[in-house]
């Protein structure tokens, strides 16, 4: 390498790349260039050439790697090359964004990883080069560059099976096909090829792939004769590079508490993919786990055939985790134990779970994976998670440290790593490609392109201002034992789901047992025996702020090393263990000897089950543990380069040399202890007894061990002489099994403690998780926490390993096991035997030995003082802040020249951190500089705009979205879209801006300088570009100056502080306010304007005073952005903020419901309206609109009519001067001088989204309309812009003579200006980007070059011919201009003008593209009215202040929930979505914007409640018990919805009743809590079409039995038909003397009762038993066909052979069979799926007759509530018969398998009785209930007829249901569900004369806010109104208020009586719990239900609850 170095003599290796993925050339050069630095080697490169057709992975690589071009699509070289033969063209690639890029000549090396899917094994239809698949044309496209350009090397990588070798090739096929190897020796290249794999270059992973290095030949020096001796040799000198993987893949995974295993992407909003049926893999499963003897348990994650599962609490939630992976991961558990004797519970092993267990049989060496993919899923049995993408990277060995993959997906990653080539095979490949054939390239021809290594800028402004002083990391600040204790309870992990940072949000509980804690959430497998306990929990930051105060950064341990140490070393060498070599131990006590002489330096702290503090050095490792029981120091001997399975590397990782437990009150001070290794043999007598339980293998259902068992009691006793030489430790005593509690094989014991210690506990323990489990041991220890791979678990001492837990072997009989003749349950017995216990030392006392810290050795800090001044900079010069100088204790390993700054940047700031952190970290944070510090300093800078700093935002291009009508006519709307050229040079100079922040390093003459430097100034930029983006108040406001202030701040405290809890928003009120005496009683503002003023309420008029306030004396508000820039090692942030004062005249009305905003409004209409009036006159011109005095108030559409008549009534006086609009046509008949003359116009605002207004907007601004399928962002865009274009004609219109005089003029200007658009349109189209696309949607280059229509791949889609445009048909009158101008224009647009005031009502239920006019209209004034203002989040804030015209700043897509982030995500443009994940926001950041959200919060809103305490209100939840039959489909459903994790499960549709009725029940929502919550509400539902709809429940409950029986009767015919077919094939087969060995095996299955039902075995033995019987050979003709017949749909005659399977060539007939078998197995499923939920309806009309119930177990006959109903089976078991997890019941000698979990058993007392008169509707019992109670039928309730109802429900399935059961009582309803009659019917109801009986309002939508109704009392929800997301409780909190609000405020003159229907027992209780925070209760002789307040943290549920309320959380 030195040689190849000095012939570059600095001149850089030109590279290109196509199709790396992954950069894994680039990546293995940048690393191997730091080691060359270290070692003194100047190597340097140049990508010029970057090629990757897959977006993601392309912005992957724009992210991390600087080449200058980055290519889509390498097959246009193919295209070019077909349009330029001649070669004489400039050849160009498209890039990334769509802009075009001259393909670079001279390369010195390309490597190309051309696609494998045409090669791939996984392939079964593969391609050759030439079969114009994508491998041959990325091939091809590869070879077309290498032709013309002629780099000198060549490296190409592909998997093994492409044709590398042409001799192979052409042996191998027919055809005339040439091999790589001679493709390239045919164009003048030397090719050697090499098969290499990734295990033998570091990396344990087999990844088997294909090399080739191919050498120019007339650029090699040395000729061409040498050039062939050296590829001869070439791989010699490669094989020579090998170096097998020396550690296990275990050690290279993530811990399994790491932060980063979390999943932090975004979602890629992909629909989810319906899982894919596998009864042909199920059938194949249950093969194996026959063959294996392995039964049917799934005893990891308690799956079922039902898809109900409980997955072990250690879990890491895992997309994919389907029946067939769920499957799998069991039976390979049950495999590892009868097989490999492990419990991969806690011996891990990697599983490969996309394959099949018969196909992966878990074979592969322990601590080597399997070849990554892009889709498979290798799985780590101890961690319970998939192995991540990251973690993928890293078996390809990729440094996470190096690149960054923040925000990119699981799927992404994965992809990317499958897809990789391995960057220690590539390397090594390539740099010995590049030593062995250096003569190739030309470096002396090309010195003028050497790359200086330039020294970072380090004349830091400022330096001069730093204060010095001295300090040493030994310093620390005591603190007491008991202190640290305390501290540390309250912040350890309770939870695995904790992690290392977090606290759960949940109720923690402990089990009484082993102590171990968890969430109620996860803490269910195993199940422990969990107790809820209370604790006081603070956040883990604080423990590690006190703890690295109270700790000394670095140790000299030189203290603990003495005469007394050494001489127990040298007396330790003679006390060898069993097994070590005298040379292995020797080492041991040398190893320790150093340690003992070092000193170790602070690393990290660390949390789990206890806090962890690790010190190290190259000999010594220090660890401090602190948890909740004590403090304790342990030192070991550091042996990082020893490896993992020698004697030495065991023993000194295991025990440590010394510890120390403090008691006092510094944590430091203590007596040490020395570890003596002598060995001690502890004789003890082990006594095995008590009532026998089942073995382990027994309870996991091993066949082979179901007559195995143990006793549970382990009794330890000393026996012989107990004069012993050490102490014995504590171990003896009684132990009890307790197989919840897990460890390995169930085995944990627990001896009885004294309460609130932690017990001693024996269990199985699998020594670090690996190596031979006959090694592995019993143990005693305390802790039983999961440890991280390689830590070992903390014993006392183990059993010898021969020592196993006696088994007794019992005797099946016909009555049971039994032992020695006596039952299990009364067998009596013991084991007692002799055990001689190994000690492996000792601990011995050393007094007065302590830690040397020594401080003498000061260092130099110098920082910044806390008061700073300003330093004038510009942009990229940087100021110092922290400097430190100190002789260096190590040599440096950083890649760094000596004299020399280094930046610390990704690629080595793990080195240094690692060895220098302990020297800096006490004083890196700066007193002043806190993050409670308020410490700005302003910035003075004239900087407009910084293009260096913040780069301007893409701009917009248009063009035309083409689209077909119905009629088939062509459509053409116009879209924005960004200029992808543009896009690029923003997206790089975002990349290439200055950096904020910047520490660096240097390193001279053993002394180490290290420095902190900020450049304030680019922030301050960023800030400043921020805040004039977001626009200059063009609604409403103005801005009080053109100055924009700057300032800045340093925080050094960033991620170390405890920030305050979020506050929720909160509303001031009016309350201080002191109202204006014109407008109070007796006064009115309504003078002059009403014949009868009304006088305001005291409180409206405080409201009303506010408002004037708001209005004539604006203030002005501090709008603002922040930037901010942070670096999380140093824990340092910098902050720029940039504001500027702005008034805006209005403010947002969020007075309770009732108030009377609607007057307020009015109100200052009236008192303002002459001030406006006289403004507007003595206004100057308003540019681009039209001015008015009048307000206009926008509306929900059925809120028009009431604000007409509120304005009547108040404004009596002027009502002819108010408009109302609620269709365009009325717009139509209008003109501008009508808004002129008016004083209020009242509009509907979903008239300006009305088709015919948006073609009028369109038309008005000359565009052509906007595409309404665009992006919301897109449709913005395009509004911005018409309304722009608006503005410039209405100005043209209103002052432009050659206009006002010509009325044609303005329409000829229209048509020009639409022609324009269509033009632009034309120009700039869209650019559509290459695709991925393998397989049939493959198209070839060639064929792509070829076509003579349409764009070629990747070019941007430009028009040869101008599309043609519609013809432009004027809507305007612009004729009508010609006497008074403008002002008798029709149409007028709400845009034309500026209106004196714009009133937005119920502004919160504005979808995107109502809130677009709304937002952009001027006025002088703007009003928002809501009395639930969404105030959940800062997104919501915003969202009011953005349509009042105040920018809050931009968004943190970083933390957005992910509701609020898909509807975001919708918005942005492509460099909007690139650029969205560029920087994270800090915490700080976040509380900063939301701190500024409430300041906008003040000042511009109020809200006030209004008193209707005068008004009673009843509110009533009522119980309503559903029936039987209710309850019985709603269990079924219940059941579905658990399965699946409550989300709906995409499969293929089905025909039986159940599948039916639960289609119809999810097809609401994904969400299964929907389908739950429609169940509740209503119960018909027709099965098909063609059945009677059922009279009552009872009814539908016969009918529901008689369909299910019926379809059963129907599933068995369709079995006996396929099992008829395949005995006919079996026949076939014997015959030609074939079998299958599936159809037999599943026969036998089948009839021995595998598939666990007593009923369906029998008919199928029945039908079984009759084929012999039954069979006719000519029963062929049921199913095939011959050849001949052409006319019949049945398939072919089974004859002859078939390769479909691969290379077995089955005959036909035993493919048919095996088919066939599949199809049985599934049919038999179904049958038991079918025949169980037919039970199960027979069982509860046997309830709801009133028949006898007997237990189906012990026979007796029972009472109801004496008797529990197994849902899952439909058997009755009585209260004397025990239920377990399974039904167990036996008929005969078939045994009921099915699953029965909590919520599964139901007490027959609860299914009640339904006598059939009481059952009138076939709708169920709440819709029953709601008709009876408007009818006034249901006891304790009154509603006279007289009286009208506001009904409320959710969902559109209820309304339909609610309507028809209203229809046929003849009950009288409206609905406001047309946005056409709303209005009107809302007016019909309102007038108490109508007749209207019931109003059905839909809760939560537009239509159920704003609404006078106080002419009805009753108020009743049929459902509750269920929410989620982020916001889902302050949804649901305004959504009641808002709809009791309608009958309950000023003017009711009754007592409003709310009912909430709630079906018990039901998730609707569970929910309403919830929401309510409290227990819902009957109470005797009342349906009206109780409510009790929750207490805090408690777990009740209440008796009311669900069956599955412990399953089920809700958001919010």
């Not at 350009?149 to 490296?155: G, L």
């Not at 306990?533 to 604080?542: A, F, W």
């Not at 002394?1007 to 960023?1022: G, K, M, N």
């Not at 007593?1654 to 011959?1682: A, C, M, N, Q």
Request: hydrophobic share 35%; with cysteine; aromatic share 8%.
């Amino acid at each position: 390498m030195g040689n190849l170095a000095l012939k570059m003599n600095g001149r850089p290796l030109k590279v290109g790349t196509f199709c790396s993925g992954t950069e894994s050339p680039i990546l293995a050069m940048m690393m191997l260039q730091q080691h060359f630095k270290v070692m003194g080697i100047e190597f340097d490169f140049e990508q010029l050439i970057s090629a990757e057709i897959k977006p993601a992975k392309s912005a992957f690589i724009e992210k991390n790697f600087s080449s200058p071009i980055n290519a889509r699509d390498i097959t246009e070289m193919i295209m070019q090359a077909k349009r330029d033969p001649t070669r004489t063209k400039e050849w160009t690639l498209t890039t990334a964004y769509g802009g075009k890029a001259k393909v670079p000549r001279d390369l010195d090396l390309l490597i190309a990883g051309f696609a494998c899917d045409d090669f791939s094994n996984l392939n079964s239809k593969r391609k050759t080069l030439d079969a114009k698949g994508e491998s041959g044309d990325t091939f091809y496209a590869t070879l077309e560059y290498v032709d013309r350009y002629r780099p000198k090397m060549v490296i190409l990588e592909n998997v093994i099976g492409a044709p590398w070798i042409h001799a192979k090739v052409k042996k191998k096929s027919t055809k005339e096909v040439i091999g790589i190897d001679e493709q390239f020796r045919q164009m003048g290249y030397e090719a050697v090829f090499m098969k290499l794999d990734t295990k033998d270059h570091y990396l344990p992973h087999t990844r088997q792939r294909g090399y080739m290095v191919c050498i120019l030949r007339a650029a090699f020096k040395t000729g061409a004769v040498e050039l062939a001796n050296r590829a001869e040799t070439f791989p010699d000198l490669v094989n020579t590079l090998k170096r097998p993987a020396s550690v296990p893949m275990e050690a290279m995974m993530l811990p399994f508490d790491s932060p980063l295993l979390e999943v932090t992407a975004r979602e890629d909003g992909s629909n989810k993919r319906a899982v894919m049926p596998w009864e042909k893999c199920k059938l194949g499963h249950q093969e194996y786990v026959l063959s294996h003897n392995l039964g049917t348990h799934h005893p990891i994650t308690l799956w079922d055939a039902n898809g109900f599962k409980v997955l072990p609490d250690y879990f890491k939630p895992t997309a994919g985790f389907t029946d067939r992976v769920l499957d799998s991961i069991d039976i390979s558990h049950l495999r590892n134990i009868v097989l490999k004797m492990i419990d991969d519970r806690y011996y891990n092993r990697f599983l490969e779970l996309s394959q099949n267990v018969y196909r992966f049989e878990d074979a592969t060496r322990t601590g080597i994976i399997g070849c990554v993919t892009p889709n498979n899923f290798l799985f780590l049995t101890q961690r319970g998670g998939r192995v991540s993408g990251l973690e993928a990277l890293l078996s390809q060995g990729y440094n996470p440290n190096w690149v960054n993959t923040s925000n990119m997906s699981e799927a992404l990653l994965h992809d990317m790593s499958g897809n990789a080539m391995t960057s220690t095979v590539v390397g090594t490949f390539m740099f010995a490609a590049l030593i062995h054939f250096r003569e190739v390239f030309n470096f002396e021809d090309d010195r003028a392109e050497q790359i200086e290594d330039t020294e970072p800028q380090s004349d830091h402004l400022g330096r001069e201002l730093l204060e010095s002083h001295g300090s040493h990391p030994a310093k620390y600040l005591p603190i007491s034992v008991e202190q640290i204790t305390a501290l540390a309870k309250a912040t350890v992990r309770l939870c695995v789901c904790e992690g290392r940072n977090l606290l759960a949000p949940r109720q923690i509980q402990q089990c009484r047992v082993c102590k171990t804690t968890s969430c109620v959430k996860c803490g269910h497998n195993p199940e422990h025996c969990y107790e809820p306990i209370l604790i006081e929990r603070k956040e883990p930051v604080q423990f590690v702020n006190t703890i690295k105060k109270a700790l000394p950064f670095s140790i000299n341990l030189s203290g603990l090393a003495s005469d007394e140490t050494t001489a127990l070393l040298h007396e330790a060498r003679k006390h060898m263990p069993f097994g070590f070599a005298q040379d292995s131990w020797n080492g041991v006590i040398d190893k320790m000897q150093e340690a003992l002489a070092s000193t170790v330096s602070y690393r990290d702290v660390r949390r789990a089950e206890c806090f962890q503090a690790f010190y190290d050095s190259s000999s010594a490792l220090l660890k401090l543990e602190v948890s909740p029981a004590g403090v304790e120091w342990l030192l070991y001997a550091n042996v990082p380069d020893e490896p993992l399975g020698t004697d030495l590397g065991k023993y000194l990782r295991r025990f440590p040399i010394a510890r120390m437990q403090p008691t006092g009150d510094d944590i430091m001070k203590g007596l040490w202890q020395f570890w003596d290794p002598h060995q001690t043999p502890l004789h003890v007598t082990i006594t095995s007894s008590g009532p026998l339980e089942r073995s382990f293998e027994n309870e996991r259902g091993l066949v082979e061990f179901s007559s195995t068992f143990v006793y549970p009691n382990v009794s330890i006793s000393l026996r012989g002489n107990n004069d012993l030489e050490f102490p014995v430790p504590d171990i003896l005593g009684d132990y009890v099994r307790f197989s919840g509690c897990g460890q390995a094989f169930n085995s944990l014991h627990s001896r009885k403690t004294i309460d609130g210690q932690k017990p001693m506990l024996l269990f199985f323990h699998h020594h670090l998780s690996s190596g031979n489990p006959a090694d592995h041991f019993f143990s005693f220890s305390t802790d039983i926490a999961r440890k991280c791979y390689g830590e070992n678990l903390a014993t006392v001492c183990s059993l010898p390993p021969s020592w196993r837990q006696p088994k007794v072997i019992a005797t099946e009989t016909i009555s049971g096991f039994t032992v020695d003749g006596a039952s299990i349950a009364r067998y009596v017995g013991s084991h007692t035997e002799d055990v001689d216990i190994m000690i492996d030392g000792h601990w011995v006392d050393l007094p007065n030995h302590n830690l040397d810290l020594n401080t003498d050795d000061m260092i130099t800090y110098r920082r910044l003082p806390a008061k700073i001044s300003h330093l004038e900079s510009t942009c990229g010069h940087k100021r110092a802040v922290f400097e430190m100088m100190a002789n260096a204790p190590l040599q440096p390993s950083l890649a760094c020249r000596m004299d020399r700054w280094t930046l610390i940047n990704r690629t080595n700031k793990t080195t240094f951190w690692k060895e220098y952190l302990f020297m800096l970290e006490k004083e890196l944070v700066l007193a002043g500089h806190c993050e409670s510090d308020n410490s700005w300093s302003r910035y003075h800078d004239d900087t407009t705009v910084c293009l260096a700093c913040a780069p301007p935002p893409t701009t917009m291009q248009w063009t035309f979205n083409v689209k077909k009508s119905k009629n088939g006519k062509e459509q053409q709307k116009q879209v924005p879209i960004e200029d992808p050229e543009q896009a690029s040079f923003n997206e790089r100079a975002i990349k290439n801006r200055p950096s904020a922040i910047q520490s660096m390093v240097r390193f001279s003459d053993n002394r180490l300088e290290f420095r902190i430097a900020v450049d304030p100034a680019t922030l301050v930029h960023r800030a400043r570009a921020s805040i004039l983006l977001g626009g200059s108040c063009s609604r409403t406001g103005s801005l009080v100056d053109d100055v924009i202030d700057t300032s800045y701040r340093i925080i050094t405290d960033n991620g170390k502080s405890v920030l305050p809890p979020v506050r929720e928003f909160t509303l001031r009120s009016t309350y201080d306010v002191i109202a204006d005496p014109t407008i109070a009683t007796p006064n009115s503002p309504f003078q002059g304007y009403s014949k009868n003023p009304a006088e305001l309420q005291f409180q409206q008029a405080k409201a009303l005073t506010w408002m004037l306030s708001q209005e004539n004396d604006t203030k002005p508000f501090d709008e603002q952005a922040i930037s901010e820039a942070f670096d999380d090692d140093l824990g340092y942030r910098v902050e720029a903020k940039a504001t500027r004062k702005v008034k805006i005249a209005g403010g947002i009305l969020a007075q309770a419901v009732g108030f009377g905003k609607t007057i307020l409004i009015l109100s200052i209409i009236a008192k303002n309206l002459e001030k406006l009036e006289k403004e507007i006159d003595d206004a100057p011109h308003v540019i681009g609109a039209i001015p008015t005095a009048a307000t206009l108030v926008l509306v929900p559409p059925h809120l028009v009519d009431q604000w007409g008549s509120e304005a009547k009534a108040f404004v009596d006086q002027i009502f002819k001067d108010v408009i109302v609009i609620k269709t365009f046509r009325k717009l139509q008949g209008l003109t501008v001088k009508n808004y002129k003359n008016a004083k209020l116009v009242i509009a509907g605002w979903d008239v300006c989204i009305s088709p015919s207004y948006r073609k009028a907007f369109a038309q008005f601004a000359g565009k052509v309309e906007c595409d309404l399928t665009a992006p919301p962002r897109a449709k913005r865009q395009w509004y911005e812009d018409a309304l722009k274009a608006v503005e410039s004609n209405i100005e043209k219109f209103t002052m432009d003579p050659d206009y006002i005089n010509n009325p044609t003029t303005p329409e000829e200007l229209l048509k020009s200006q639409f022609e324009d658009s269509v033009k632009e349109a034309n120009q700039h189209s869209r650019f559509v980007p290459s695709k991925h696309v393998t397989g049939s949607k493959y198209v070839s280059a060639e064929t792509r070059a070829a076509l003579s229509e349409g764009p070629q791949a990747g070019e941007k889609r430009k028009r040869d011919v101008e599309e043609a445009s519609a013809p432009f048909e004027c809507v305007f009158d612009f004729a009508a201009m010609a006497e008074r101008g403008i002002d008798d224009l029709n149409i007028p647009l709400f845009e034309f003008m500026k209106w004196g005031r714009i009133v937005i009502d119920e502004h919160t239920f504005a979808n995107l593209d109502q809130s677009r006019m709304l937002e952009f209209s001027k006025c002088y004034n703007i009003w928002l009215l809501s009395g639930t203002p969404r105030l959940d989040n800062f997104h919501d804030v915003k969202a009011m202040a953005t349509l009042l015209g105040v920018n809050l700043g931009r968004d943190d897509h970083s933390i957005m929930k992910a509701d609020v982030l898909r509807k975001k995500m919708s918005q942005l443009t492509s460099s909007e979505k690139f650029f969205m994940y560029q920087e994270s926001a800090s915490v700080a950041w976040q509380r900063n914007r939301e701190d500024h959200a409430q300041a906008f919060l003040d000042y511009f809103v109020r809200q006030d409640f209004v008193d209707v305490s005068n008004i009673k209100c009843k509110e009533m939840i009522i119980g309503i018990n559903q029936s039987a039959a209710e309850k019985a489909m709603y269990m079924e459903l219940e059941d579905y919805v658990i399965a699946n994790d409550f989300q709906r499960k995409a499969t293929k549709a089905t025909s039986d009743s159940k599948a039916q009725l639960i289609k119809e029940a999810t097809s609401e929502s994904e969400d299964g809590r929907v389908a739950l919550l429609l169940k509740s509400s209503a119960f018909g539902v027709k099965i098909k079409e063609s059945d009677a709809t059922a009279k009552n429940a009872l009814e539908m409950c016969e009918v529901i039995e008689e369909t299910r029986t019926r379809e059963y009767r129907e599933m068995l015919d369709r079995f006996s038909h396929e099992l008829t077919k395949a005995h006919w094939l079996k026949v076939q087969a014997d015959l030609t003397g074939e079998s299958c060995v599936q159809y037999n095996n599943w026969a036998t299955r089948a009839a021995d009762n595998h598939y666990g039902d007593h009923s369906t075995t029998v008919d199928i033995r029945s039908t079984l038993g009759l084929l012999p019987e039954k069979y006719d050979f000519d029963d062929w003709k049921k199913f095939y066909r011959k050849s001949n017949d052409t006319k019949s749909e049945l398939p072919l005659y089974p004859e002859g052979q078939t390769a479909t399977h691969g290379k077995t060539h089955l005959s036909r007939v035993v493919a048919a069979l095996r088919s066939s078998a599949s199809k049985l197995n599934k049919y038999c499923e179904e049958l038991v799926i079918r025949k169980r939920s037919l039970r199960s309806f027979q069982s509860v009309r046997s309830i709801q007759c009133g028949r006898k119930l007997f237990c189906a177990k012990c026979g007796r006959q029972a009472k109801p509530n004496n008797i529990t109903l197994l849902g899952q089976c439909g058997h009755l078991f009585c209260n004397h018969c025990s239920i377990s997890t399974v039904c167990g019941l036996y008929e005969g000698k078939d045994k009921c398998t099915a699953t029965v979990a909590p919520h599964q058993r139901i007490s027959c007392a609860s299914l009640g009785t339904d006598p059939g008169s009481d059952l009138d509707s076939e709708l169920g019992s709440k819709l029953d209930y709601i008709v009876n109670l408007i009818q006034n039928k249901i006891p304790g309730h009154s509603i006279p007829a007289e009286e009208k109802v506001l009904v409320f429900v959710q969902f559109a399935k209820t309304q339909e249901k609610l309507e028809d059961a209203l229809k046929k009582r003849n009950i009288t309803f409206l609905t406001l569900t047309k946005t056409t009659s709303a209005s009107r019917n809302l007016k019909e109801f309102q007038d108490g004369k109508s007749g209207i009986k019931v109003l059905i309002m839909m809760i939560g939508n537009e239509t159920a806010s704003g609404s006078n109704l106080t002419v009805a009392r009753h108020v009743i929800f049929l459902q509750t109104f269920y929410t989620t997301g982020s916001s889902a409780r302050q949804e649901y909190d305004s959504a009641m208020t808002q709809a009791i609000g309608r009958a309950r405020r000023l003017n009711q003159e009754g007592t409003v009586m709310v009912y909430e229907l709630l079906a018990t027992n039901t998730i609707e209780v569970d929910y309403r719990q919830h929401r309510g925070l409290c227990i819902l209760q009957p109470q005797i002789g009342s349906d009206v239900l109780a409510r009790a307040q929750l207490p805090a943290g408690s777990a009740q549920r209440g008796p009311l609850a669900s069956s599955i309320v412990h399953r089920t959380s809700f958001d919010g």
